[in-house]
Nanobody, 124 residues
Framework: QVQVVESGGGLVQAGGSLRLSCAAS????????MGWYRQAPGQERRFVAG????????KYSDSVKGRFTISRDGAKNTVRLQMNSLKPEDTAVYFC?????????????????WGQGTQVTVSS
C-alpha cells in the first residue's frame, strides 16, 4: 500500500510565493523519480516539474521556468515545489506523483502513484 500526500496549498496574491510539499510512503521500489502536475478547471492535467532520484535531473514546463523550483532536499521520499512570482494562471489543483523510473519520466503514464491534490489559488 502506497500513499502520496501533498500539503501547502492555499490562497495567495499575484506576485506572491507558496511552497508545496509531498511525502510518499509505503513499499515503493527505490530508486524513483518524483514530479508535480497541475489541473485547472476544464483543462487536462499538465506537467509542471520533475526531479530524478538523486536530483541530478530536473525538468520544468516552459510556463514555470525561472519561477518554480523543485527540490528533494528532505527525506528521499519527500519533494518540495517552491513557487515564486505566482500568476492567476497558476491557479489549479496541484498533484504530486511518484515516477516508475529513476529519472524524470517523459509521459504521465510513467508515474506509478498519485496524490489527492492540493488547491492553489492565485488572486489578481
Amino acid at each position: 500500500q502506497v500513499q502520496v500526500v501533498e500539503s501547502g496549498g492555499g490562497l495567495v496574491q499575484a506576485g506572491g510565493s507558496l511552497r508545496l510539499s509531498c511525502a510518499a510512503s509505503g513499499r515503493i521500489d527505490w530508486p524513483y523519480s518524483m514530479g508535480w502536475y497541475r489541473q485547472a478547471p476544464g483543462q487536462e492535467r499538465r506537467f509542471v516539474a520533475g526531479i530524478s532520484w538523486n536530483a541530478s535531473d530536473v525538468k520544468y514546463s516552459d510556463s514555470v521556468k525561472g519561477r518554480f523550483t523543485i527540490s528533494r532536499d528532505g527525506a528521499k521520499n519527500t519533494v518540495r515545489l517552491q513557487m515564486n512570482s505566482l500568476k492567476p494562471e497558476d491557479t489549479a489543483v496541484y498533484f504530486c506523483a511518484v515516477g516508475a523510473t529513476p529519472d524524470v519520466p517523459k509521459f504521465s503514464y510513467l508515474y506509478s502513484y498519485w496524490g489527492q491534490g492540493t488547491q492553489v489559488t492565485v488572486s489578481s
